[in-house]
T-cell receptor, first 116, second 113 residues
C-alpha cells in the first residue's frame, strides 16, 4: 500500500528566506509524485509533479522539488519565500501507469506561516 | 477554459439525512475522482469514475455512492449521514484514469449536525 509522510506539521519562515518542505513516500514501484497547495477554504492547486526523467522538477510560483529514489523523498523547495506563499502544502503519491488507477494518497500536510 | 466546478459550496444537514454533491470536470477531461478532507487532514480517496463506471474505490462504506453522466459530470451521494461525515468534499478531474494529473475543484463544505 502506498503512503506519504510529511514530518513537519507547521513551519514558520521569514519572508525572503529559503524554504524546504519534506516528503517521504512508500510505494513498491516507480511512483508518480505531486505537490499541491491549499489556501484556507479553497481546493487544491497543483504546484508540480514528477512522473519520470529529470529528478529535479520545476513548478509554478518558483517552486521546485527533487525526487531521490534512494531516500524515498520528494522535498519541495523555494529559494525566497513571499508572504503570499503562506498556505498548507500537501505531498501526494499516485500509482502511475501501472494499472493502479487514479488514486492519490496524500500526506497530512505542512502548514506554512510567513513572517514579514 | 473552465476548471473543475462543484456545487453547492456549503451544505448543512442533520444526522440520518442524505446528501448529493455535484461536480463538473475541467473541459476535455473524462475521469472524475472524489476525495474527503476532514479538518486538519489530507484528502482521502473515496472513488473514481470513468466511462460512467466506478473504477476504483477507497476505504469508504457503501453509504457513499456515486454516478457519472454521459457528459462526464458526476455526483457523490452519502446516505444516513453521520457527524463524522462533516468534511470538505473535493472533486478532481483528469484526462484518463491511469495515473494522469488530477485537477481539483474548490470543494463542497458539508456540516452534519
Amino acid at each position: 500500500a502506498q503512503s506519504v509522510t510529511q514530518p513537519d506539521i507547521h513551519i514558520t519562515v521569514s519572508e525572503g528566506a529559503s524554504l524546504e518542505l519534506r516528503c517521504n513516500y512508500s510505494y513498491g514501484a516507480t511512483p508518480y509524485l505531486f505537490w499541491y497547495v491549499q489556501s484556507p477554504g479553497q481546493g487544491l492547486q497543483l504546484l508540480l509533479k514528477y512522473f519520470s526523467g529529470d529528478t529535479l522538477v520545476q513548478g509554478i510560483k518558483g517552486f521546485e522539488a527533487e525526487f531521490k529514489r534512494s531516500q524515498s523523498s520528494f522535498n519541495l523547495r523555494k529559494p525566497s519565500v513571499h508572504w503570499s506563499d503562506a498556505a498548507e502544502y500537501f505531498c501526494a503519491v499516485g500509482a502511475g501507469l501501472t494499472g493502479g488507477g487514479n488514486k492519490l494518497t496524500f500526506g497530512t500536510g505542512t502548514q506554512l506561516k510567513v513572517e514579514l | 477554459d473552465a476548471g473543475v466546478t462543484q456545487s453547492p459550496t456549503h451544505l448543512i444537514k442533520t444526522r440520518g439525512q442524505q446528501v448529493t454533491l455535484r461536480c463538473s470536470p475541467k473541459s476535455g477531461h473524462d475521469t472524475v475522482s472524489w476525495y474527503q478532507q476532514a479538518l486538519g487532514q489530507g484528502p482521502q480517496f473515496i472513488f473514481q469514475y470513468y466511462e460512467e463506471e466506478e473504477r476504483q474505490r477507497g476505504n469508504f462504506p457503501d453509504r457513499f455512492s456515486g454516478h457519472q453522466f454521459p457528459n462526464y459530470s458526476s455526483e457523490l451521494n452519502v446516505n444516513a449521514l453521520l457527524l463524522g461525515d462533516s468534511a470538505l468534499y473535493l472533486c478532481a478531474s483528469s484526462l484518463g484514469h491511469q495515473g494522469e494529473t488530477q485537477y481539483f475543484g474548490p470543494g463542497t463544505r458539508l456540516l452534519v449536525l
